[in-house]
């Protein structure tokens, strides 16, 4: 089943793959590969040029490519009917913070506070 997103028509064509075809001219083809969860686009694997009429086929796929990527992610987005920018595994861990004390992580633990002005005590 095809679905037209941010003018591009998406179609699945295996499990992890996804076609992109451009509505507008110049058409291009984008076969993008997804992550295993279906949530995100891991990298762009084809591009064909399907109806370009002049230029060059390959400039042209390279200024659209942004552009399949992103109505990608969109598809992806409804498919799974969630968002990848809030998926914790795409977000960098939290650090926790320290009062410079130069203790070692597992000592933040044992310390619950260290006492103002004993730097590395």
Known sequence: MKRNVGGFDFEWICDDRIEATCNTPPR?????ETSPDR????RLLLTLPEDVAVGDPLLDADRCEEEARKAAGEFLEQETGKSAE????????????HCGCGRSPSAWKKARRCAPGRGDQ
């Open 28 to 32: 291009h083809r984008y076969q993008f």
């Open 86 to 97: 809030n998926d914790p595994d795409r977000l960098e861990p939290r650090v926790r913070k």
């Open 39 to 42: 949530r995100r686009v891991k």
